[in-house]
C-alpha cells in the first residue's frame, strides 16, 4: 500500500498552494500536499505549527487566504463544512450530554433527512463497529472515558465520510487503553476503508498508527513519508530531534569515498558515515546523528571498525524494556550522549555502573549526516 509512489494513483485530497493567516501570524505557509483514499496520515508538529489550522481547513472551518483544496479532484475550498464528504472528531468529542448513544450516533443522519428504520440500521452496524452493542440507551455520562470516546467515533463515521479527521484522538484516554485503542482504530481504518487524517503531541502514536506521515514547522511541511523512513533518515536535525531521541555531535569532513563519507569529530575523532558522498565536499562542517539504541556500550575496546569513542558514565536510568545511559565523552566539560542498551533477559543485569570507563561503539550505517 504505497500509492504516494505510484505516479498514476489519484489523490483524494490536495493541497495546492494553500496559506493562512490569522492577523500577522502566518498559521500555514504556502504548504502542498496530498493523501490518497485509504490512507492513515498523521500530523505532527510542535504547538503552534498549523497543524490544527490545517485540518479546520480541510473540513471547511477555516477559508484559505490563497491555494486551494481538492477533494477527489474538485476544488472544494468554497464548499460549506457539511456538504463536504469529510468529518472531524473533536478532542472533546462534543458529543451531547442530553441524548442517548444511539441518538448522539444517529444525530448526523437524521439531519440529512434519512428514513427512520434507515437510521436504525446504520447506528446498529456503527455500534457493532466499536463494540458497544447493548449500549445504544445509555447517556454519556453512564460511560467510561474510552466508549464515550468510540461513541464520538462511530457518530464521525456514520454519514460514511470519505475522510474522517481526527484532532488528537486519545487525549483523554489513560495510556494503557491509548495503546488498546490505537490498534483499534487502526482496524476499523482498514476494515471502512475510510481515509484518516490524525494530529497527534504523540509521536509513537503517530509512528504505530500511520501509514505515512508529515513533520510541520512554522506552516510547513519539513518532511512527509512512512513513520521508519521519517525515524531512519531524517532530513534535518529539526526532524530528527522532532522524532524519536538522538545525539548530536558536531564534526567536519575531511575525506570522501564511495559511500563513505569520513569525518573528524571534535569529541570523538575520526568517525565513518554511510552516506552518499557525492552530496559532501571535504572541509564541510556537518553535524552527526546518531539514535541511542544503535550504539554499543562495552568496558573492552571493540576490535573492528573506526566508529568508537571512549567515555565515563555519569548517569544510568532503567526504564523496564532498556536501560538508557549517560555516557560522557571528550572528558569533563565534553558531550554527554545517551546510550540505549536493551534488556534482553528478564534477570535484572547491572552490567555498567555510575563512573565506569567505556567504549561506544557503531555502524557505519548508524550515524546519519544531518544539516
Ligand atoms: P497545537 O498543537 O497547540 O494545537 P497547532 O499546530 O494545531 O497547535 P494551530 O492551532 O493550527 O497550531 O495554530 C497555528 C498558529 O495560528 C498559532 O500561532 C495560533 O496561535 C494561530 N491561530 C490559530 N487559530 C487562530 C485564530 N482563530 N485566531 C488567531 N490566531 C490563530
Not at 513513520?227 to 532530513?235: F, G, L, Q
Not at 532498556?322 to 547491572?350: C, D, P, S, Y
Amino acid at each position: 500500500f504505497q500509492p504516494w509512489n505510484d505516479p498514476l494513483a489519484r489523490p483524494l485530497v490536495e493541497f495546492r498552494n494553500v496559506t493562512k493567516r490569522f492577523g500577522a501570524v502566518t498559521a500555514v505557509d504556502g504548504l502542498s500536499l496530498s493523501l490518497y483514499p485509504r490512507e492513515f496520515f498523521a500530523l505532527l508538529g510542535p504547538s503552534g505549527c498549523g497543524k490544527t489550522t490545517l485540518m479546520r481547513m480541510l473540513a471547511g472551518f477555516e477559508r484559505p487566504d490563497s491555494g486551494e483544496i481538492l477533494l477527489d479532484g474538485v476544488d472544494i475550498t468554497a464548499v460549506p463544512p457539511h456538504l463536504r464528504p469529510v468529518n472531524m472528531m473533536f478532542q472533546s468529542y462534543a458529543l451531547f450530554p442530553h441524548l442517548s448513544v444511539s441518538d448522539n450516533i444517529g444525530y448526523g443522519l437524521r439531519r440529512e433527512g434519512l428514513a427512520k428504520p434507515e437510521i436504525a440500521r446504520r447506528v446498529a452496524e456503527m455500534l457493532a463497529l466499536v463494540k458497544l452493542e447493548g449500549l445504544g440507551a445509555r447517556r454519556p455520562d453512564q460511560l467510561s472515558g474510552g466508549q464515550r470516546q468510540r461513541v464520538a467515533l462511530a457518530r464521525s463515521l456514520a454519514k460514511r465520510p470519505k475522510l474522517l479527521l481526527l484532532d488528537e484522538p486519545m487525549a483523554a484516554l489513560d495510556r494503557k487503553l491509548r495503546e488498546a485503542t490505537q490498534f483499534e482504530l487502526m482496524d476499523l481504518q482498514s476494515t471502512l476503508g475510510t481515509a484518516f487524517m490524525v494530529v497527534t503531541h504523540d509521536q509513537d502514536e503517530a509512528m504505530t498508527m500511520a501509514d505515512r506521515m508529515a513533520v510541520m514547522d512554522h506552516g510547513r511541511l519539513v518532511q512527509i513519508g512512512p513513520p521508519d523512513v521519517i525515524y531512519e533518515a531524517p532530513i534535518n536535525r529539526y526532524v530528527a530531534e522532532f522524532v524519536g531521541d538522538i545525539n548530536v555531535l558536531e564534526g567536519r569532513v575531511f575525506a570522501v569515498d564511495g559511500d563513505l563519507v569520513r569525518v573528524e569529530s571534535a569529541v570523538a575523532g575520526p568517525l565513518e558515515l554511510d552516506e552518499d558522498a557525492a552530496s559532501f565536499v571535504p572541509g564541510d562542517a556537518l553535524l552527526i546523528g546518531l539514535r541511542p539504541e544503535k550504539i554499543a556500550l562495552s568496558h573492552d575496546e571493540p576490535g573492528q571498525g573506526v566508529n568508537k569513542v571512549r567515555g565515563e558514565i555519569w548517569d544510568i536510568g532503567y526504564l523496564g524494556d532498556v536501560t538508557m545511559i549517560q555516557v560522557m565523552v571528550g572528558g569533563e566539560g565534553g558531550t554527554l550522549l545517551k546510550v540505549a542498551v536493551a534488556n534482553r533477559t528478564r534477570r535484572i543485569e547491572r552490567p555498567f555502573a555510575w563512573d565506569d570507563a567505556v567504549w561506544l561503539s557503531w555502524d557505519v550505517e548508524a550515524g546519519l549526516a544531518l544539516q
